[in-house]
Structures are given as structure tokens and as C-alpha cells.
């Protein structure tokens, strides 16, 4: 259990309406977390609705731009920088009083051409990115509570990311790139950041090996963020959820989770969005359950730009909000869990506590599709990436072939075997 701040001792003893919290940031502060925030970007910016609830510091204390501090956004050409948009989201975050998430420095997407496309050498990209983190912590130093310094380094299977880093530069990229974050803004905290590490498997333990690896090189890491895009009933236990936390807070960093939603097959039925703030709660209620966790963001809060529904065909509903940025029962669910009923708690909302784990599965379906398996799987779509519908099918490399709730198929395509790497995830990999 975490220590609580006299406030939340105090509301306690209060009557129930007198103890609620405005809004989710403010009763994740109740309950010690540092924040409860969103991501946002720069083109919803101009909807005036949207930004009164971004601005909302009772729901969000903290904001990551989603695109605007990306290679492409800060270094569309060599050595030529350009901060217009990220700086539009870091001074909103100024002007609002709330912390800044700044993401990211190093990542496989979001490159531009001019670095995808280079004939580098180990020296040469070295340099690139050590000039690329220089000159963006420079230009943000002070401003970002936090830096996912290195984006998703991983494959699914828990190998490296056949990234043009990893290729070129091998591992060491990893412990360079937090070397050149740190020297240049000392007080930033620096994260490694990537998804489907947030129950333990082979991916989790790998991301575990990421944070040895740079302290054992002699560089600074203050945490790692575990990016929580969830699907509907496939979210793990709070439980698991909070014992995978431990693991990683177990090697001496801070945790959060920096990019939640929980997806839905569209459109949304009022069944799903129980089991949607189910999930929420889950994750929360984990964060909660961790002494290191810091605080929660979620990859924006509405579902009129959640990024969802373009990766993912058929599915959205991801949010806490809405599209018409009304409240569904993720946000009551969540409310719940931090102790803090909402004013309208007419919801019913069902959050299992650390003992109920109800049986749930997931999948390893990938936040980024597009390049998310080292492995080659010629023109994988995001449809790909989604549970296996018929059983019949022959699954590819990396894919899910089985796990406690799963569905789909659990015949692997030929010369692959499935793997059991936990109760919810069974994996098809190479004989
Ligand atoms: O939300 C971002 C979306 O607008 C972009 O099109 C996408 C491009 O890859 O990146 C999204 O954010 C990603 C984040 O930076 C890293 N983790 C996965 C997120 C969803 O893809």
C-alpha cells in the first residue's frame, strides 16, 4: 500500500459527498500518485470544447504531445530543427500548470527520410543521434517532468526491434541515447518506454534486461513506462498487472503507465463499456497497489481522436470520453477505484479488487502494428494484429495461438510451434 496524504486520511472520516475528489487527477493525488493525465496533439487543439476539458487540472495534472516532439516533428531535416508544434503542447502544459510528459527521443517510426534513408555507419548514426537528443532536451530542459528517451525497442517475442539503430549501432544505442538525455537536461526524469510489457512474459523480462543494460553501462534511468493499450476483456488482473509493476520497480526505477486505453469492437455496447471501465480500473487500481507507480496517462481522452479506430479497423471506443466527450463508465469505474465516487456516479460500475481476478486473456496485439514483429510477415496489416477469429486458421510467427480465454486458433502456420509463455499468452515461434 502506498502512503497517503492527510487529505485522503482526513475525507476518510467525511461523509461520502464531502470526500469527493473533482476529477481523476485530483483523487490520484488523493491517493499518492503524481498524476493522472492525457495525451493531446496539436490539431484538436483548435477545438475550443476539447481543450476546456484538456485544461481540466481537477482530470489531467500532466500531457504528452502525442506526435510533436517526434523525430520527424523536431528534425524534419539534418541538423535543422524545429520545436513550433511540441512547443504549442509544453506551453499549454506551462500555462495550465501541468507536468509535461515529453515523448520521444529515439523510435523506429516517425523518422524522417532523411534518416531512414541514410547509408550510415555505427560513428555516423551515433552522432546523428546523439545531436538529435542534444538539441531536443536542450531546447525542452526544464520543461518535461519526464522523456521516453527510447520508444518500443523490442519486438513481440522479447528480441531487439530490427530498428536502424539496432542495426546499425547494435544494443548500445540504447545506453548512448540515455547517456546524451541525461548530460543534456540533468533533472529530466528519463524513461524507457514500450508496450505489451505490462504482464510478465518474455517481453517484459526483456524491457527488465533494457533497464540492466544502461544501468550496468553506467547511465541514468529513472523509470519505465509501460504504455497500457489494452483490449476489452483481455486486459490482465490487477494483480498480475501490479506484480509485473514490482518486477520493474524491483530493479531500483519509477513506473507509469503512459499511454492507456482499452479498445473495443465498435460499435460500443453497453456490455463493453462495463468491462471497459473494468479495465481502466484494473490498470489503475495496479498503479495504485505499486509504491513506485507515479501516475497514469492516457493516449488522449476522448474517443473523437483517439488513434484507435485508423489502426485498428472495426474497433475504437477506447477513451474515457466519448466522441461527443460525454463520460462513460471507464471514467466512473476509474473514479472508483482512486476512492473518489464522481458526482454523477449514477453508473454502475463493477472493479475487481486485487483478490478478484476474474479469468481474463489478452493478446500481444501490438500498440504499432506496422513494425511491430522482427520477424519478417510480408504486408502485415493492423487487421493482423487483432484476436484470430476462426479456428482454422494457421497462425504466424508471433501471434497468439492460445491462453486462458483465447478464442482463435492454436494451430501454428508449418515450422512453428506454440509456445506457452504464460497462462494468457501462447505464442507461436520456430520450432
Ligand atoms: O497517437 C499517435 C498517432 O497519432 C500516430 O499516428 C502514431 C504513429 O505511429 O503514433 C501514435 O502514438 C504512438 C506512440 O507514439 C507510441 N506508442 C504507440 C502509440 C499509438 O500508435
Redesign the pocket.
Known amino acids: 500500500m502506498r502512503f497517503q496524504p492527510i487529505a485522503t486520511a482526513l475525507a476518510v472520516g467525511a461523509s461520502a459527498h464531502l470526500a469527493q475528489a473533482a476529477g481523476l487527477h485530483d483523487a490520484a493525488v488523493a491517493k499518492g500518485l503524481l498524476y493522472f493525465g492525457s495525451?493531446t496533439?496539436n490539431p484538436e487543439l483548435s477545438n475550443t470544447a476539447y481543450t476546456t476539458q484538456l485544461k481540466n487540472t481537477a482530470d489531467f495534472g500532466q500531457i504528452t504531445p502525442?506526435?510533436s516532439q517526434?523525430w520527424d516533428a523536431t528534425e524534419p531535416s539534418q541538423n535543422q530543427f524545429s520545436f513550433t508544434k511540441g512547443d504549442v503542447v509544453a506551453d499549454l502544459a506551462a500555462a495550465n500548470g501541468q507536468k509535461l510528459r515529453c515523448?520521444?527521443l529515439v523510435?523506429h517510426?516517425?523518422l524522417p527520410n532523411w534518416v531512414t534513408s541514410g547509408s550510415w555507419t555505427n560513428e555516423t548514426l551515433t552522432t546523428v543521434l546523439k545531436n538529435h537528443i542534444t538539441n531536443v532536451v536542450q531546447h525542452y530542459k526544464g520543461k518535461c517532468y519526464a522523456w521516453d528517451v527510447v520508444?518500443?525497442a523490442l519486438a513481440d517475442d522479447g528480441s531487439y526491434r530490427d530498428s536502424i539503430w539496432y542495426k546499425t549501432i547494435g544494443e548500445a544505442y540504447i545506453p548512448i541515447a540515455f547517456e546524451a538525455a541525461a548530460a543534456a537536461d540533468p533533472a529530466a526524469k528519463l524513461y524507457y518506454?514500450d508496450?505489451s510489457i505490462e504482464w510478465a512474459g518474455a517481453k517484459s523480462k526483456a524491457a527488465q534486461k533494457i533497464v540492466q543494460l544502461i544501468k550496468s553501462a553506467g547511465a541514468k534511468i529513472d523509470g519505465v513506462g509501460l504504455?497500457g493499450?489494452f483490449i476489452v476483456d483481455q486486459t490482465p488482473p490487477r494483480k498480475d498487472l501490479a506484480s509485473n509493476l514490482q518486477s520493474f520497480v524491483d530493479l531500483d526505477v519509477d513506473v507509469a503507465y503512459t499511454?492507456l486505453d482499452v479498445r473495443m469492437k465498435t460499435p460500443a455496447t453497453p456490455a463493453n463499456l462495463q468491462k471497459q471501465s473494468t479495465s481502466f480500473a484494473n490498470v489503475v487500481g495496479a498503479c495504485l497497489d505499486t509504491k513506485r507507480c507515479v501516475g497514469i496517462t492516457i493516449?488522449?481522452w476522448t474517443d473523437k481522436y483517439s488513434?484507435v479506430p485508423?489502426?485498428f479497423s472495426g474497433y475504437g471506443a477506447a477513451c474515457p470520453w466519448d466522441e461527443t466527450f460525454q463520460k462513460k463508465p471507464a471514467y466512473q469505474g476509474m473514479m472508483a477505484v482512486l476512492g473518489a465516487a464522481s458526482a454523477s456516479a449514477s453508473v454502475s460500475v463493477a472493479f475487481t479488487s486485487a483478490s478478484a481476478s476474474a479469468s481474463v486473456a489478452f493478446t500481444s496485439a501490438s500498440?504499432?502494428p506496422?513494425s511491430a514483429i522482427s520477424t519478417p510477415t510480408p504486408s502485415s496489416s493492423a487487421a493482423d494484429f487483432l484476436p484470430q477469429p476462426s479456428a482454422a486458421a494457421h497462425i504466424k510467427a508471433y501471434f497468439q495461438c492460445g491462453g486462458l480465454n483465447y478464442k482463435g486458433s492454436t494451430s501454428c502456420a508449418s515450422g512453428l510451434v506454440c509456445k506457452k509463455w504464460n497462462p494468457y499468452y501462447h505464442q507461436c515461434i520456430q520450432a
Open positions: 495525451a496533439d502525442g506526435n517526434k515523448h520521444n523510435w517510426q516517425q520508444n518500443e518506454n508496450y504504455q493499450h499511454e493516449w488522449d488513434w485508423n489502426t500498440a504499432t506496422t
